[in-house]
């Protein structure tokens, strides 16, 4: 396999418009009455876990939702293959629906890897899934897969159209095993940042850069606040007890919010402690998943945002969502995040260190930097409008959206790259 170096997509190639067509009896997902052919249909095949649907269990759902939203609104066709309660699924086949697990009770409940039992619950899925594709070859123009599974990777030979796979995580043995990289007309990889796309690659799997963004319009600024927040999965790799530890050690208040993905790490290392804060300075308060509005409010009302991986993040979607609000972020340099996002005033990333005083110490020593500019008012002013900037700047959907459409529009033959309304001939 020859050593192609990733590419980063950045320009728009299809032009959005939009007109839905109508389900029938004969066609209830409403896929042969689709526009053709710059509107694409598009599968988009989620991950089997969790809904894709409000509060967003993490930064795979909410941006796999953020994306099938933004594609629509340009027009395209697009159906979701995803667990049953999630939205968009008034366009999907039965088939196409995954449903719901139940998680052995005698299981110790963990946000990493699924039981036996369940990873064949998801095979089972995601096999009916790409079956759906193979027998109605005329469905579909692409396929974007989203799902850990390996099971979409067995398929790829036998789909009678091309696949996209974004890779949200590190590589993953089980995935590794699977995937092919040398035929990227029929299936291409996309990863979130360079460093990821190192990482595959170092395992056999060229992938292409392209970066999440964020719908900054669902993200406002606004003036900031008083208190530290801290937002993400409640797991030991996003690490929230550090983040304690740094509004402890500042005298801060510190709001978190978030699903609880491992709930014994959980109770042990964040409940427990803010319980005790609560009747100490500084406050830790905990509420929980928020939806994304509610989440945009507290990140907005929000002095500096901490953001305190201890596993290599591939991106870094909460710190494009802070950037968005307007609110600073102090964060450890792990994986894609010192990649994607540098060392400014906006984002201050200190180096990881496998002691957790010392990693604590380091987070303080920075966040007292921005808690310095943030009590002047036109040093506020600034580096929150200089977030809000970047964000919208670098990180925008709009810019993820198009590039996602330039790589659809590159598995295309020449000859179905018309303009829109041509016909099909």
Not at 201 to 229: F, I, K, Q
Not at 243 to 267: C, F, K, N, Q, S
Not at 330 to 341: A, K, L
């Amino acid at each position: 396999m020859s050593a192609v170096p990733p590419r980063t997509y950045s320009s728009p190639l299809f032009a959005p418009e939009t007109r839905w067509p109508a389900p029938s009896a004969a066609d209830p997902a409403g896929l042969d009455a689709a526009p053709w052919p710059r509107r694409l249909r598009v599968l988009v095949v989620a991950a089997f876990r969790n809904p894709l649907t409000q509060p967003h269990a993490g930064g795979l759902e909410s941006h796999v939702w953020t994306l099938v939203r933004s594609l629509r609104q340009r027009g395209h066709h697009v159906v979701l293959a995803a667990p049953e309660g999630s939205d968009f699924l008034e366009h999907t086949p039965p088939a196409l629906v995954y449903p719901a697990f139940s998680w052995p009770p005698d299981v110790e409940r963990t946000d990493t890897e699924l039981p036996p039992e369940v990873r064949l619950q998801e095979s089972d899925a995601l096999r009916s899934v790409m079956r759906y594709v193979v027998e109605h070859p005329g469905a579909f123009d692409v396929v974007h897969n989203h799902s850990l599974s390996p099971e979409p990777h067995l398929w790829v030979d036998r789909l009678p159209i091309p696949m996209v796979t974004t890779l949200h995580t590190p590589p993953l043995p089980e995935l590794c095993r699977v995937m092919d990289s040398s035929s990227p007309r029929r299936h291409r990889f996309l990863v979130v940042s360079r460093y990821t796309a190192d990482s595959w690659a170092r395992e056999g799997v060229l992938a292409d850069v392209v970066e999440n963004g964020v719908d900054t319009a669902l993200w406002p600024p606004s003036e900031g606040g008083p208190s530290l927040c801290w937002f993400g999965r409640i797991v030991p790799e996003k690490a929230p007890h550090l983040a304690i530890e740094v509004a402890r050690h500042l005298g801060v208040p510190l709001t978190l919010a978030g699903p609880v993905g491992d709930p014994a790490y959980a109770e042990r290392r964040v409940f427990a402690p803010a319980a005790g804060a609560q009747h100490r300075a500084p406050a830790v308060e905990y509420l929980g998943p928020l939806c994304q509005k509610e989440l945009s409010e507290l990140v907005g009302s929000s002095l500096c945002t901490l953001v305190t991986p201890v596993w290599d993040e591939p991106f870094g979607q909460v710190v494009v969502e802070s950037l968005a609000c307007g609110t600073p972020v102090v964060g450890i340099r792990r994986g894609g995040m010192g990649q994607v996002f540098g060392n400014e005033d906006d984002v201050r990333l200190v180096e990881p260190s496998r002691f957790e005083a010392l990693q604590v110490a380091r987070l303080v020593k920075e966040t007292r930097k921005t808690l310095a500019l943030h009590r002047q008012g036109e040093e506020r002013e600034r580096l929150r409008r200089r977030a809000r900037y970047r964000a919208v700047r670098h990180f925008s959907m709009e810019a993820a959206v198009d590039a996602v459409e330039e790589v659809y529009g590159s598995l295309l033959p020449a000859g179905e790259r018309t303009a829109p309304g041509a016909p099909r001939g």
